[in-house]
Nanobody, 125 residues
Framework: HVQLVESGGGSVQAGGSLRLSCAAS????????MGWFRQAPGKERRGIAS???????TYLESVKGRFTISRDDANNTLYLQMNSLKPEDTAMYYC????????????????????WGQGTQVTVS
């Protein structure tokens, strides 16, 4: 049973920073891809950042230059450093992991991911 547990969310003023963490119960280097998604009230869940086992990173355009995804496979943890936060970044943030990446599925597509955390709330005012 795979568990992903997010932490690090909270309330912050615009322009501030937060660092989200995602602790995995399974060795993170066994996942082909790990990612962060977010879902605002009334909106669909969207992928915002992903990282492959080879270190390749993909970002949603609106977070490029502000957010940085990283993974620490030695500690089975995924991170999301969020700087220059904006009110529109307010959402529930979810960690996700994919066993493999079939051809034709982009790294920020929700259907790629097999496992999900419960989410951590980020509020920017």
């Amino acid at each position: 049973h795979v568990q992903l547990v997010e932490s690090g969310g909270g309330s912050v003023q615009a322009g501030g920073s937060l660092r989200l963490s995602c602790a995995a119960s399974k060795d993170t280097d066994t996942y082909n891809c790990m990612g962060w998604f977010r879902q605002a009230p009334g909106k669909e869940r969207r992928g915002i950042a992903s990282i492959g086992t080879d270190g390749t990173k993909t970002y949603l355009e609106s977070v490029k230059g502000r957010f940085t995804i990283s993974r620490d496979d030695a500690n089975n943890t995924l991170y999301l450093q969020m700087n220059s936060l904006k009110p529109e970044d307010t959402a529930m943030y979810y960690c996700a992991a994919a066993n493999r990446r079939p051809p034709g599925i982009a790294p920020l597509e929700r259907r790629l991911y097999n496992y999900w955390g419960q989410g951590t709330q980020v509020t920017v005012s």
